[in-house]
């Protein structure tokens, strides 16, 4: 079954910088987009970034584009979003989640259960 | 930075229809970007509800169905459950963001 686990949350300093990963299984890991998507706990959803299944395209929200870095791993089945100048509003629950295929607008399909990122000092 | 505008809250007693409206523009809905939902039960990961306006992924009940018009779109509820008390939030893409996916804003279902 498709499972997908994120790691690397914790408590950080503002400006402070983070390296969040998304350990995927149960599929083609290369064959699919993925997404990271965060939630301020009590709040709705914000779309952050999506990337390619070869890497060769990603998307930024406005919002956090030029301080969060998109990237994959095919071979260790891993996504990642690096993450640079941490602000106490970047404290949230980071969702990483499987794009459905599709040619755009792709729905995500499998979520995994998030990790919580703390910015205070 | 949503652009996709739902009601903070919809209500309704077991065994009732609800409807879920999310209010977009001429740049993400009525550009006829898809329309997705997704449902987050407390505590837990959002899932995929509705994909591509209207269609249920497999084991979605078909009590749960998606429209859309112009630049709304709805969710549909019928014979409304308890364990359907989630939060519910619909997603498109916006011309504007130069593709960007964007979230409604959420809207929380409680069963009288």
């Known amino acids: 079954q498709v499972q997908l686990v994120e790691s690397g949350g914790g408590l950080v300093k503002p400006g402070g910088s983070l390296r969040l990963s998304c350990a995927a299984s149960g599929f083609i890991f290369s064959d699919y987009y993925m997404s990271w998507i965060r939630q301020v706990p009590g709040k709705g959803l914000e779309w952050l970034s999506y990337?390619?299944?070869?890497?060769?395209?990603?998307h930024y929200a406005d919002s956090v584009k030029g301080r969060f870095t998109i990237s994959r791993d095919n071979a260790k089945n891993s996504l990642y979003l690096q993450i640079h100048s941490l602000r106490a509003e970047d404290t949230a629950i980071y969702y990483c989640?499987?794009?459905?295929?599709?040619?755009?607008?792709?729905?995500?399909?499998?979520w995994g259960q998030g990790t919580l990122v703390t910015v205070s000092s | 930075q949503s652009v996709l505008t739902q009601p903070p809250s919809v209500s309704g007693a077991p065994g009732q229809r609800i409807t879920i409206s999310c209010t977009g523009s001429s740049s993400n809905i009525g550009a006829d970007y898809d329309v997705h939902w997704y449902q987050q039960l407390p505590g837990t990961a959002p899932k995929l509800l509705i994909y591509g306006d209207d269609n249920r992924p497999s084991g979605v009940p078909d009590r749960f169905s998606g429209s859309k018009s112009g630049t709304s779109a709805s969710l549909a509820i019928t014979g409304l459950q308890a364990d359907d008390e989630a939060d519910y939030y619909c997603?498109?893409?916006?011309?504007?963001?130069?593709?960007?996916?964007?979230f409604g804003t959420g809207t929380r279902v409680t069963v009288l």
């Open positions: 990337i390619s299944s070869s890497s060769s395209y990603t």
């Open positions: 989640a499987r794009d459905a295929m599709g040619p755009t607008n792709r729905p995500s399909d499998y």
């Open positions: 997603q498109s893409s916006d011309s504007s963001l130069s593709g960007a996916k964007i």
